[in-house]
């Protein structure tokens, strides 16, 4: 058994981890680039969300290095992921190329399915390996948005150009080789020491700007065209309001135990958005109107094409933009790749911002869109 | 008071059931009227550009409405009217959307209906509902009656399904299966017509409607995973029961909509497999029909001429719905 599994943004370091752990063999798949898209837009369905062609890219490349089962998550509803996983199986199915599924899905879907295909993964190692394995991966992803969470605040004050990213991916490339919880939480520490060297002490204060919207979009920057990485060289500190970490905690480890509530979402929701849309929807707009009362200077909204959570959050955000005064940049993402648009839109943004800042007369805060 | 009902979406699936309800509450219901091009442009002017079709001309009918001077708007939260199903996010957020994105609407009537645990959830938000305009006995016995209706209603559709199976009305044309959601199917303009085309040629035409729910349970077995939407079920399960008793199938899809990527995805991946002709609509925006004319007269000729020389199907190349 040879288990590969689509990329989504650095959680490949965690994903390793907890295979490696396990005792199995692995093939992570080259980082999404353009041959991915290529691959998994001419497999997939037309108008279907870009993380699914992305992932049927990522699959098929990681195939293609011989990969013979697929590590996927499944849902229940209402959003098109929880089918994911299900559709590539026809697609690869299609293609001649069928390789064995391991859906981590809701155990209420289909126990005994779940159980036949979680138990071969589990067995080879027995509980010891997966309970180190998990506390690993747990302490990697944690320890990679640690990280970035410091790249975001030291690229727009970095004294060297470039020197944040760079720092920043070998310092990744540093903890995918570590093995015990206790290194990894050192180097983290070293790391992160290391990255906030890089900032020049006399740095004006960055202009801060709140990413909302789909967590894929978010957390994948071939997606979103390295969208953090193009702000932060604008001179934007970046805030992400999607931590992968926190999502797991709250809406798998907590809400299966039934202690998860989305009150807090709701009440910053309360007046635009009544209730969960599905997906990330309602963080969408509960998190630009906590950015605002935070203080941030505005938000960016991404998300991709036909997505349908966030449609319905983008529908709303106008609202929230001017009732909380803070500009919105709702940015869509499909195959498109070209860079420049999406550079000019920031630019603009960007400029938006700082004039805002300034203090400029006449200033009225908007919600930029497409349209 | 009068109630204003948006001639979209689920008007088009509870219709019977919403009005029998608010009548015997004794309340005056306004539906909107057909779809025209003004309300679709009015629509489409509201909503941000990458919202799919069907809610762009709900807008344009609310809209419509407001016009009219309803006192309120019923615009239902509808999370889900089937144990453990959903319908689409966009549905969960109609209220949302309709009131953030049109200024000046009127008040909304917008209880959520939310059957994901069950019919109980269902029943408590009309029952909920109700008690707004009368006491509670009143509304117990309306909604009774409206149930009713709205089986009989589905019950009747059904029944002509089985009257048309009968092997006294020997078919002389084709027979072609139409999928969709029924709001697409339905609405003579968004459709542009497909329906009564397929009918003026000739043709059988078959819905997803007129199965039984048992029926569509149990030919939705050959998915590898449960449908969680519940017009998606419908539409995958018709599509595997009429891949064996029609000639063709035509999926009807709007374009940006969520669940009909998938399903009419799955739907095309069973018919090839089957060997069954699929014709696939996209629709949008675009007012001009003579696109969809074509293709569907085109599909017709190809099945006709198909079935005149039934043994070397297909006549040409390699199969009439390679890609």
């Not at chain 2, 006192?71 to 889900?80: E, K, Y």
Request: proline share 5%.
């Amino acid at each position: 058994m040879k288990i590969t599994f689509p990329h989504m943004g650095n959680l490949y370091i965690a994903i390793e981890a907890l295979l490696g752990e396990l005792g199995h063999e692995f093939v992570v798949p080259p980082k999404s680039s353009k041959r991915t898209l290529t691959l998994g837009t001419k497999y997939s369905p037309e108008t279907i969300c870009l993380p699914l062609k992305l992932g049927v890219g990522n699959l098929l490349e990681g195939i293609e290095l011989g990969a013979d089962t697929a590590l996927m998550v499944g849902g229940r509803g209402p959003c098109r992921l929880g089918y994911y996983a299900a559709l590539q199986q026809e697609i690869l199915y299609d293609l001649g190329k069928e390789i064995n599924f391991i859906v981590l899905d809701h155990p209420k879907e289909d126990f005994t399915r779940l159980k036949s295909q979680v138990v071969p993964l589990v067995q080879k190692g027995g509980l010891r390996a997966l309970a180190k394995g998990v506390a690993l991966a747990w302490e990697k992803l944690k320890a990679v948005e640690k990280l970035e969470r410091t790249a975001h605040f030291v690229r727009p004050r970095e004294a060297k150009p470039r020197a944040t990213t760079q720092a920043l991916n070998r310092a990744l490339q540093e903890l995918r080789r570590l093995g015990s919880i206790r290194d990894i939480r050192r180097r983290c520490r070293e790391e992160c020491d290391n990255l906030l060297a890089l900032a020049s002490t006399n740095a004006q204060r960055p202009i801060k700007v709140g990413i909302v919207g789909e967590i894929y979009t978010i957390l994948e920057p071939f997606a979103n065209l390295d969208l953090e990485e193009r702000l932060g060289y604008l001179g934007v500190e970046v805030f992400r309001t999607v931590s992968l970490a926190r999502w797991l905690r709250n809406n798998v480890i907590l809400s299966s135990l039934g202690l998860y509530r989305s009150w807090k979402l709701r009440i910053n929701a309360r007046g635009y958005l009544r209730a969960p849309v599905g997906g990330h929807g309602l963080d969408t707009v509960a998190q630009t109107a906590a950015l605002a009362c935070k203080g941030y200077d505005g938000a960016v909204h991404i998300l991709p094409f036909t997505c349908m959570p966030e449609i319905v959050a983008q529908c709303v955000l106008p609202n929230v933009s001017s009732d909380c005064r803070i500009p919105v940049l709702s940015l869509v993402v499909d195959e498109h790749t070209g860079e420049t648009g999406f550079q000019t839109r920031l630019e603009a943004f960007v400029d938006l911002l700082s004039r805002q800042r300034k203090g400029g007369a006449g200033y009225e805060p908007a919600c930029l869109s497409w349209s | 008071m009068k109630i204003g009902i948006p001639r979209a979406l689920y008007y088009y699936r509870f219709y019977p059931m919403w009005r029998t309800f608010f009548a015997e509450l004794g309340q005056e219901l306004i539906v909107s009227g057909p779809t025209t091009k003004e309300i679709l442009d009015c629509g489409v002017k509201a909503a941000p550009d990458g919202l799919c079709l069907p809610v762009k001309v709900y807008l344009g009918h609310v809209r419509n409405l407001a016009a009219k001077g309803v006192d309120c708007l019923f615009v239902p939260h509808i999370v889900s009217v089937e144990k453990q199903e959903y319908i689409c996010p966009k549905f969960m957020g109609l209220p949302d959307i309709v009131r953030n994105c049109l200024d000046h609407c009127p008040p909304l009537l917008s209880p959520t209906i939310d059957g994901r645990k069950g019919s109980r959830g269902i029943i408590c938000s009309y029952l909920k509902l109700g008690s707004c305009f009368a006491p509670i006995h009143k509304v117990i016995h309306a909604y009774r009656l409206a149930a009713a209706e709205q089986r009989r209603c589905e019950r009747s559709l059904i029944k002509e399904h089985n009257a048309r199976q009968h092997p006294c009305t020997q078919k002389v044309g084709l027979t072609i299966a139409v999928l969709g959601h029924e709001y697409l199917l339905h609405d003579e303009f968004v459709s542009m017509g497909v329906i009564n085309r397929l009918r003026q040629a000739e043709c059988l035409v078959l819905t997803a409607e007129e199965l039984m729910t048992d029926t569509i349970a149990e030919h939705n077995r050959f998915l590898r995973k449960r449908m969680y939407w519940t017009s998606g079920k419908r539409i995958l399960g018709a599509a595997h029961y009429y891949s064996a008793k029609v000639d063709g199938i035509v999926s009807l899809m709007s374009f940006a909509c969520g669940t009909d990527s998938m399903t009419t995805d799955l739907v095309d991946r069973h018919c090839r497999r089957s060997g069954i002709p699929h014709l696939v609509i996209s629709l949008d925006e675009h007012t001009g029909q003579t696109g969809v004319l074509t293709r569907v007269e085109a599909f017709l000729d190809l099945l006709r001429r198909g079935r005149k020389h039934e043994d070397h199907l297909p006549p040409y190349g390699e199969s009439v719905y390679c890609d």
